[in-house]
């Protein structure tokens, strides 16, 4: 069936309910995209702060050469459970130390990338310069795992996924019951108009309900079929006295048709001719 043909009560409900999961959608995926680079300048901001301290720290050590202190420094990012890997590099690009303790050397680069954050799916990257004034004395590398940010990310989509359905129920029930104020005077007039057109009663009569373009249109509506009934009732009376005239009059009528077949005639004409 076309949608065009489903009921007027089912297009209501049916506007009004895709209506509010449309806006309701938009309105989701906009929070989400915002929560997911609102958690993405976060975590940049997170990373470049530990960053910052650790290479700050971890400028003497390089000089001095103490791996010792180097690896208690970067044992701090225990604290930090997004930091799954960290590593120091020296002024040559030789890896320094490792962090964790137990990470394995083949799963840390071996040389220092270009400088800057760097997002990947389930990871973010970081190498962050070490300066001594104007010399540059080592590189840290930081390794962030995104697992929070997209466990977050899914625990609020799993939230406006359950206001999403909520309110698409609410919508309906409410469109359920706010269309009868429109579908109601609608039916009433198909079914009086209905009524008039198979019984040929003219004195049925639309009930109006409201004071909006369908209530002026149901007025509208009976105001035409008081015309109508006028029309007919004269028109019926009009046909029962030319009827009555027919009959009684004195002189014989006869209406035929071009080819002489008789078409109405009247009592005395059939007097006249004895049939």
Not at 25 to 36: D, K, M, N, R, W
Not at 64 to 86: F, H, M, N, T, V
Not at 138 to 151: I, S
Request: net charge neutral; with cysteine.
């Amino acid at each position: 069936m076309s949608i065009r043909d489903l009921p007027i009560k089912r297009k209501l409900v049916g506007v009004i309910v895709l209506t509010c999961v449309a806006v309701l959608g938009l309105t989701s995926v906009a929070l989400l995209t915002y929560e997911y680079f609102h958690y993405k300048q976060t975590t940049r901001r997170s990373l470049t702060t530990i960053a910052d301290i650790i290479a700050a720290n971890s400028t003497a050590v390089l000089i001095y050469d103490d791996q010792k202190l180097a690896s208690e420094i970067l044992s701090g990012l225990r604290a930090e459970p997004e930091i799954e890997a960290a590593a120091l590099f020296d002024k040559t690009g030789r890896l320094y130390v490792g962090y964790p303790s137990s990470v394995s050397v083949s799963t840390l680069p071996q040389s220092p990338g270009a400088d800057g954050m760097k997002f990947g799916v389930r990871e973010v990257t970081l190498y962050q310069p070490i300066m001594e004034g104007q010399n540059r004395v080592g590189t840290l590398y930081l390794r962030g795992d995104l697992e929070g940010t997209y466990r977050r990310l899914a625990i609020f989509g799993y939230v406006l996924l359950t206001v999403l359905v909520g309110s698409s129920v609410v919508a309906l029930l409410l469109s359920n019951f706010f269309q009868r104020l429109i579908s109601q005077p609608i039916l009433d007039l198909a079914r009086t108009a209905r009524i008039v057109s198979e019984n040929k009663d003219y004195s049925v009569r639309a009930v109006k309900l409201s004071n909006d373009e369908i209530g002026g249109f149901t007025e509208a509506f009976n105001s035409m079929l008081n015309q109508v009934q006028s029309t007919h009732s004269a028109l019926r009376a009009s046909e029962e006295r030319l009827s009555a005239v027919f009959q009684q009059a004195g002189a014989g009528i006869a209406q035929t048709d071009l080819s002489g077949r008789y078409l109405m005639v009247n009592d005395r004409y059939c007097e006249i001719v004895g049939r």
